[in-house]
């Protein structure tokens, strides 16, 4: 029997969708009826596909035409080839435009698939089945898809809302502890950005969720797909607000690259890159440097990195951190705390602020 625990809504007008959350949803087919048509493509990955694709076959029951797409699992196969492998048995397989196209996996496998349902016949629908707390608590929710190009990373998508997101956080028991960890960074993430009593709740509540009790996770999740409801809402195409998601990621993204992806995972680097962010929101005076401390004891119970690669200069930081894409005419832009629980996206810091902080 399914456990619906929370429901909420991205409110965006007629495009707009809900996000359930508990426990045993996948084969639960009150689920699937409105948000599914009568032909189904499910795309998921080789590791993904075995422990959970049975289960939404179950609450998808008997469809005029249902065809599953198992790609192989990596962020080095979120590539135009890989979409193209999808069209070809999609095409194959003759999917009309009524056809719904539904991801079960993680983050790369619901960015493929969001980015194939906003393009196969100018756009189908589709549902997100999200198995990672990454993908639970960011990717699966505010419609950004796509897939990488060996010059940069997400630079080839779309805007594409799903019709539902459906969480079940049973899929997190099987997840690894090191994927588990990076998707709790994200979800750290939600209270430094937007919500204080949340964090704090985290701060107490860490050891329950590191065991993965269904009721804290369930909690952990509801709030935080709550505030990225809310933002996405208000900016749906990040023309400014939405950047406020990005706390710690411009740090991160340049440790990612000079290790080399895959070295770090993504959340692994936030984590590292949010406590530089509250660093430097303690040195303009924003916040007390005791809550700088307090997030660094945090991600270590946490098992995530606290310290920049060694191997990386202030030099190295810098000149990356110029190369990315929220580099704005030239303006590096950055996002700090002006309080805990309240982010704002600045474009003053200075080179010689940057190198005395690293
Ligand atoms: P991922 O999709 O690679 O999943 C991580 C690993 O866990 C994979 O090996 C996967 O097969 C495995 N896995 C997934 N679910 C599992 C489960 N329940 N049990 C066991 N193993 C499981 O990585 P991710 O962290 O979920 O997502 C990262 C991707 O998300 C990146 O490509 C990133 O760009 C993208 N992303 C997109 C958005 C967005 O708004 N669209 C936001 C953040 C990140
Ligand atoms: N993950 C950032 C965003 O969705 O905008």
């Not at 704090?200 to 369930?218: C, D, S, T, V």
């Not at 680097?269 to 997030?295: F, H, K």
Request: net charge negative.
């Amino acid at each position: 029997m399914s456990v619906l625990m929370h429901t909420l809504h991205v409110e965006l007008g007629e495009r707009s969708y809900p996000v359930y959350i508990g426990r045993q949803l996948l084969a639960d087919p009150a689920l699937y009826a409105d948000c599914v048509g009568a032909q189904v493509v499910i795309v998921s990955n080789e590791t993904v596909a075995p422990l959970y694709v049975d289960r939404v076959r179950a609450g998808l029951g008997e469809r005029q035409l249902v065809t599953e797409v198992v790609l192989p699992d990596g962020e080095q196969y979120k590539t135009l080839d890989t979409l193209a492998t999808v069209f070809d048995r999609v095409l194959a397989e003759r999917h009309n435009r009524g056809t719904t196209f539904v991801a079960v996996g993680g983050g790369v496998v619901g960015d493929i698939t969001g980015f194939a349902a906003a393009c196969y016949q100018r756009g189908v629908d589709f549902v997100q089945v999200p198995t990672t707390l990454l993908a639970q608590v960011d990717s699966s929710v505010g419609g950004k898809t796509g897939v990488n190009h060996p010059l940069g990373k997400n630079m080839i998508g779309a805007f594409h809302q799903p019709r539902a997101v459906l969480i079940d956080i049973d899929t997190l028991q099987s997840l690894p502890r090191r994927e588990f960890s990076a998707g709790m960074a994200e979800v750290v993430k939600y209270g430094l950005i937007a919500d204080e009593p949340f964090y704090r709740w985290l701060q107490e509540h860490m050891p329950k969720l590191l065991a993965r009790e269904e009721a804290a996770l369930a909690e952990a999740i509801e709030r935080s797909c709550a505030t990225k409801a809310a933002v996405v809402a208000a900016d749906e195409r990040e023309g400014g607000l939405r950047a406020i998601l990005n706390l710690g990621h411009t740090f991160g993204h340049a440790i990612e690259t000079a290790q080399g992806y895959g070295q770090w995972l993504h959340g692994e680097a936030v984590a590292t890159g949010m406590l530089l962010a509250l660093q430097m929101s303690a040195r303009r005076g924003n916040i007390d440097e005791r809550e700088v401390q307090g997030l660094r004891e945090m991600l270590r119970d946490m098992h995530l990195p606290t310290e920049a690669p060694e191997s990386m200069s202030a030099e190295q930081f810098i000149d990356l951190m110029g190369r990315d894409k929220k580099v704005v005419d030239g303006r590096l832009r950055l996002v700090l705390l002006r309080g805990m629980g309240d982010a704002v996206v600045v474009d003053d810091v200075t080179e010689k602020e940057l190198a005395a902080l690293l």
